[in-house]
Every structure is written in structure tokens, then in C-alpha cells.
């Protein structure tokens, strides 16, 4: 063995020979972590795109958060309940790219097919950056560096993939299963203390006026519609990577099909679930976020006021943990971590998609090659390079990239 096999055999491990796929197959419990991780972990920015494109408004804004949210959940119940369809209708894994093809043709498959590439490579690069804007709220250190820490963590989960999808997903469980009880867990403690106890809880920016764009601050005819529909499209990121279940059909355990949608109903059930309490915690406790790109400002008695604003998902640990130090680190680690981890997902779903593509000639044959570990080497790869170009261009900013 030489020193360049040595190397792949220590970051990819042993290799794998074809007859051992049926090895590397998931059951549900480890395909939810695989598949489901980045439209979970979507809660933990989308509330902040809802917040901050609603913020254009100035304060007024704010009381249509609900009403956007009620409209995403509603959105993301039926495309769940579409994707339950396909995945019994066309298991191979082609997924959307597969039904446009063949019920429409080999344009709009393509069509369809080349957004959902960009929508991974997309999805890797959002999910790392919005982990590293968390994190800020523990470590400082990162504070204008946000572009290169989200590179080098995009390059560990290629590492960590290459090693093939049961092991990654393996890994990854323990996060997701601990993000849901954090989330989940925040949000009963926090509705419990305001709406049972009687609590007052106020978020870190309850105080605050906000100073919005004039042009939305009218709140009528056409500047509302506009920031209705710009508030409705931000905040449907929470959708991301609801998708990706549907073209890994051929990763899960017989009956593929049946265990498929039966992951896909409990993610929707989870997503629904936390995206809606999130939101109602942050009407209750009077949390905010301003689009400072957009030149919104805070204000507290008619001075504005400076500094690093929080995410929602910070603001509402603080308030809800307020005394119990280790309640808000548990939430802010596993944010950080599922959002980290929530990239997953994509380098689950590109590398299929992308093999099946060049198996149909539409993409480089290389693509449709397995590697030693039986996971399309080629693609993960090829994401991981892509989603690291977006970072360093964008440094990271996740209302940038979305």
C-alpha cells in the first residue's frame, strides 16, 4: 500500500465491496437524521427571515408573523403529503426529476432536476453558515471570520461522507434526536411559564421600536401585499430539504417505499410542529429582528441602538432559560450542531440525484460511479467544492445566500 492509499483508506475507511450494499441501507430511525436533518434544523433560521423581512414594516410589522406562518405550515403539510405519493409512485429515487420526466418530458425533468442541484448545493451552504451565526452567540472568536470556519466545516462533512451514508447517518443521529428534545423541550417550557405560571417573559429586543422602510411602513395596498409575499418566500425556507427523502428511497430498508413515507410523515409532523411554537414564543415574548442590509434600525428612546443582534432561536433561550445557564447552552449547542449536520441531508440527496442524471448521459459518467465505501464519491466531492466557493463569496451570510 502506498502513502496516497494509506491516506484515502484513514479519511474513507476499508473498502467495501458491491455485494455489501445491502450493508449500508437505513432504517427509519437513521434515515430521519440522514434525510430529515436539514428540513428540521430550517426552523432554526426561518423564523428569522419571517422576522427580518417583516421588520421592513417597523414594528407593525411583526403582527403578521403568524399569519405567514400558519401559510408555510400549510404549504409544507401538502408538499409532505405529495412527496408520500411519489415515494410509492417512483421509489428508484429520481424524485421530482423523475415524475416532471416522465409526466412532462425530458425538458422540464432537466428543468427541475438543475434546481434541485443548485437548491443542495445551496442548502449545504445555508445550513453551515447559519450554525456558524449561532455560534457567535458562544464564541466570540468567530466574529468576522465566519466565511473560512464555515469552509473548513463544510470540508469535515464531505470528510465524514466519504466514508459512506450509514456511518454519516449513525454519527448524526444522536444531534438531530437531541435538537428535537432542545427545540421541543424550549418551546413547552417557555408556553408553560407564559401561559400557565403567568410569567411575564420578555425577549432581549422586547423593548425596542424598530425603524422600517417608509415605503413598507404603510401597511396597505401594494407595499403590504409586496411584504406579505416577500415575508411568505423568505420565510418558506423552512421547506428546505423536505425534498430529499424522495430521492433517497433507494438508501432505506425494505419496504423502501412504505418506510420512506413514513419518515416523511413524522418529519412533517416535527417541522410543523416546532416552526409553529417557535413562532407563537416569539409573538409572546415580543422578540425581534431587523434587516440592518436594508438599513432597518432598533431604536430605544429615539437612540438607536448598536451591536450584534441575536437569532430568534438565541433570543428565545435566553428568555426561556433565564436562571438556568445549562437550559440555553443545551439549545444554542444543538442548534449549532443540527445546522452543522443539517448539510447531511444534501450530500445524501446531490450525490443520487446526481448519479442518476449522468447514468440518463445528462451529467459526467464519473458522477454515477460508486466509490470504496459504495457512496457516490464524485458527487460529494463536487457539492462540498461548490457549497465552499458560495461561503467564502458570501462570508457566510445567511440572508445573503437565501
Known amino acids: 500500500m502506498n502513502l496516497t492509499d494509506a491516506v484515502k483508506r ?13 450493508e449500508t441501507l437505513l432504517p427509519k430511525r437513521i434515515a430521519l437524521p440522514v434525510f430529515a436533518s436539514d428540513a428540521l434544523s430550517s426552523v432554526a433560521y426561518a423564523p428569522d427571515e419571517i422576522l427580518l423581512t417583516l421588520s421592513l414594516a417597523g414594528v407593525a410589522g411583526f403582527v403578521f408573523s403568524w399569519p405567514i406562518a400558519l401559510g408555510v405550515a400549510l404549504v409544507m403539510f401538502v408538499v409532505v403529503l405529495s412527496y408520500r405519493q411519489t415515494v410509492h409512485a417512483y421509489p428508484s429515487g429520481g424524485g421530482d426529476y423523475e415524475v416532471a420526466t416522465v409526466n412532462l418530458g425530458p425538458n422540464a425533468g432537466l428543468t427541475v432536476a438543475s434546481a434541485l442541484l443548485v437548491d443542495y ?10 450554525g456558524v451565526q449561532n455560534a457567535k452567540a458562544l464564541i466570540p472568536f468567530i466574529v468576522g471570520h465566519e466565511g473560512l470556519v464555515a469552509a473548513v466545516l463544510i470540508l469535515v462533512l464531505m470528510a465524514i461522507n466519504l466514508r459512506g451514508v450509514r456511518e454519516s447517518g449513525t454519527l448524526f443521529a444522536i444531534p438531530t434526536y437531541g435538537f428535537m428534545v432542545a427545540v421541543l423541550g424550549m418551546i413547552v417550557v417557555g408556553l408553560v411559564r407564559i401561559l400557565v405560571v403567568g410569567e411575564p417573559l420578555a425577549a432581549p429586543t422586547a423593548g425596542y421600536d424598530v425603524v422600517g422602510d417608509p415605503f413598507y411602513s404603510q401597511l396597505e395596498g401594494f407595499a403590504l401585499v409586496a ?13 428546505t430539504g423536505v425534498e430529499a427523502i424522495s430521492n433517497g428511497v433507494p438508501a432505506f430498508r425494505e419496504p423502501k417505499s412504505r418506510n420512506a413515507a413514513t419518515t416523511l410523515g413524522l418529519l412533517g409532523l416535527v417541522a410543523i410542529t416546532m416552526l409553529g411554537g417557535i413562532i407563537a414564543l416569539a409573538n409572546l415574548t415580543g422578540a425581534k429582528m431587523v434587516d440592518e442590509h436594508a438599513g432597518v434600525v432598533f431604536t430605544q428612546g429615539g437612540v438607536v441602538v448598536e451591536g450584534h443582534q441575536e437569532t430568534v432561536m438565541a433570543q428565545l433561550a435566553m428568555t426561556v432559560f433565564d436562571g438556568f445557564e445549562p437550559g440555553f447552552v443545551f439549545v444554542i449547542v444543538m442548534t449549532m450542531i443540527i445546522l452543522f449536520l443539517a448539510a447531511n441531508t444534501a450530500f445524501n440527496g446531490f450525490p ?3 448519479s442518476i442524471l449522468a447514468r440518463d448521459g445528462f451529467l459526467p459518467r464519473a458522477l454515477h460511479t460508486r466509490g470504496d465505501r459504495l457512496a457516490y464519491s464524485n458527487g460529494i466531492i463536487l457539492l462540498a467544492l461548490a457549497a465552499v466557493g458560495l461561503v467564502l463569496a458570501f462570508n457566510a451570510s445567511v440572508t445573503a445566500l437565501i
Open 352 to 354: 443520487v440525484l446526481g
Open 10 to 22: 484513514l479519511l474513507v475507511g476499508r473498502k467495501l465491496a458491491s455485494n455489501q450494499l445491502g
Open 121 to 130: 448545493v445551496l442548502t449545504v451552504a445555508v445550513s453551515v453558515s447559519s
Open 227 to 239: 411584504l406579505l409575499a416577500r415575508s411568505f418566500s423568505s420565510g418558506s425556507a423552512a421547506l
